[in-house]
Nanobody
Framework: EVQLQASGGGLVQAGGSLRLSCAASGFTFDDYTIGWFRQAPGKERREVSCISSGDASTYYADSVKGRSTISRDNAKNTVYLQMNSLKPEDTAVYFC???????????????WGKGTLVTVSS
């Protein structure tokens, strides 16, 4: 059974940091590109960051660029998203997802996990 388990969300003050984790099982993790997406209340789900299989190239949305770092540990089948200098507008449910493509797109992910809620207070 394929599983993607996102964790690490919580309530944090503006300017604080969180590290989100995405633990995967049920598929060959090394072969998959992993992405983080977020959905704020009343808004569409959007891509936040992506890390490819193979060379682990990364992508960041402009909204988090310079404040976030995505990484993967293939030995642990886990992807991390370190988020710093958090802002109230970062408040959202964060989802991780997997694809065999070398890049992430909202419509092109093969597997999705349940999200983890990040709330940033001002």
């Amino acid at each position: 059974e394929v599983q993607l388990q996102a964790s690490g969300g919580g309530l944090v003050q503006a300017g604080g940091s969180l590290r989100l984790s995405c633990a995967a099982s049920g598929f060959t993790f090394d072969d998959y590109t992993i992405g983080w997406f977020r959905q704020a209340p009343g808004k569409e789900r959007r891509e936040v960051s992506c890390i490819s299989s193979g060379d682990a190239s990364t992508y960041y949305a402009d909204s988090v660029k310079g404040r976030s770092t995505i990484s993967r540990d293939n030995a642990k089948n886990t992807v991390y998203l370190q988020m710093n200098s958090l802002k109230p507008e970062d408040t959202a449910v964060y989802f991780c997802a997997a694809t065999t493509r070398s890049y992430c797109t909202l419509s092109g992910m093969d597997y999705w996990g349940k999200g983890t809620l990040v709330t940033v207070s001002s």
